[in-house]
């Protein structure tokens, strides 16, 4: 994950460091964290035979929200990603809940990268952190909320590996994006 030391600001307020959140509605509407990528997106699915990503729907979205800080060393985290061929994690800088093989790239760019941003299937996302989390034993319940993983989680490999579970899952389970801010 290249470039991920500069800080973010979003409906979370100040913060320092880099963190992956849940993008909620109207942050998608108003572009205020996919820094305008959203017809960008569109136009890659529609490239792959695929509908525009509608964004999060207002109607259904979440009481709670996903806030972690991306803070523990990554090395460890980066190897067991080449082991199981799942560099594409590190990769994305945006997850979103449609379903599309590889990343798409995005020209322009996003909270840690000037250039491009790319962007994951958090269905693909779930599956490639699945085997990982099978092979470090990781639990199925885990500490939900904001931070939560941040506070009860010290080993870094587990750390990456649960919060791209619960990231995915809850891109999933809400149907809204995550991304970095």
């Known amino acids: 994950m290249a470039g991920l030391a ?12 880099i963190y992956l959140v849940d993008i909620g509605p109207d942050s998608w509407a108003k572009d205020e964290i996919t820094f305008g990528i959203r017809s960008l997106l569109d136009r890659a699915l529609g490239e792959r035979g695929l509908e525009p990503y509608p964004g999060p729907d207002h109607e259904s979205a979440p009481a709670e929200s996903f806030e972690e800080k991306i803070a523990p060393d990554l090395d460890g985290f980066t190897e067991l990603c080449a082991e199981h061929g799942a560099d594409e994690v590190l990769d994305a800088a945006l997850f979103v809940p449609v379903l599309f093989d590889g990343v798409i ?11 491009s941003t790319r962007v994951l299937s958090s269905q693909r996302l779930r599956d490639l952190v699945a ?23 010290e080993d870094p490999v587990a750390f990456y590996v649960a919060v791209y579970r619960q990231a995915a899952e809850f891109s999933l389970r809400h149907g809204c994006p995550m991304g970095y801010i």
């Open 6 to 17: 500069s800080a973010g600001r979003g409906r979370y307020g100040a913060r320092v460091g």
């Open 105 to 115: 790239t995005l020209p322009v760019g996003n909270a840690y990268d000037e250039e």
């Open 131 to 153: 085997p990982m989390a099978y092979q470090i034993g990781l639990p199925v319940e885990l500490a939900r909320g904001p931070l939560a993983l941040s506070t009860s989680i």
